[in-house]
């Protein structure tokens, strides 16, 4: 087949079927092993099973309650980790006080693997949600402090010539000027740390136990039953795609001036 020819049939393709064809590829293959048992049904069972499974978990059997539980924790976190993370970048762009004090803080938790707080976590706030929040929030500030800073930071400073310029005092210029040039910088950061929220969450509710989606995995596993932990993978891996492709379209109406969102219509 010609590469003209391939391109003319990908184009005759449904949007739905070019966006998502590699994903119904590996769900056939992934069915189709099951199906012939190429693999043993209990490390991988057919992925109609799996999804025949999902009707009495989500019916009765509480897992709509989990994934709330989950999406809650996650939410919250990203939250509070957005506000302050955006203060901070923002601030340490604006204040060089500010940068002297967070700037070696920041590059110093950066490379840390932030789940090895989760047991200092667990000890100073027990099992429960608080622990697992505030384990999320710390998992994903630093991206955010790290893109806002580095945003603001990279702000044109022909730009701000022209705008002290024409006369705009700092405190319009900060509003005016640079948060608006930094926010594709922001958004970014925000971005990135929100699906680390969700990661961070079900990890830390794998290795402490109680509600939400990491816990009905690992008691899954613990009884057996595989077709529920693959039901917990198949739930997150879409939980985490809706989450993304929100975020992408917030991005686009927030940024509808921007140079990216133009290009892109």
Known sequence: MTARAFTGWGTALPGFAKRFGSIIVLLIVWEAIGRMELVDPFLLPALSEVLMRAVPEFWGGGLGDLVLMTLYRTVLSFV?????????????????SMRWFFEPIVSFAFPIPKIAFLPIFVLWFGFFDASKIIMA????????????????????????????????????????????????????GLQIAFPICLIVSIVAEMATGGQGLGGYMIYA??????????????CTGVIGYVLIEGFGWLRRRLLSWHTETVITV
Not at 163 to 186: D, M, S, Y
Not at 225 to 231: G, H, P
């Open 137 to 188: 929030t710390v998992a994903c500030i630093v991206t955010i402090i790290s893109a806002t800073y580095l945003g603001a930071r990279g702000v044109d400073k022909y730009l701000l010539w022209s705008a002290r310029a024409l006369g705009t005092n700092e405190h319009k210029l900060f509003w005016a000027v640079i948060i608006p040039a930094a926010l594709p910088a922001i958004i970014t």
């Open 80 to 96: 509070i980790a957005a506000v302050i993370g955006v203060g901070i970048g923002v601030a340490m762009a604006v204040s060089d």
């Open 221 to 234: 596993q613990r009884f057996g039953e595989s077709d529920k932990m693959y039901l917990g993978i198949i």
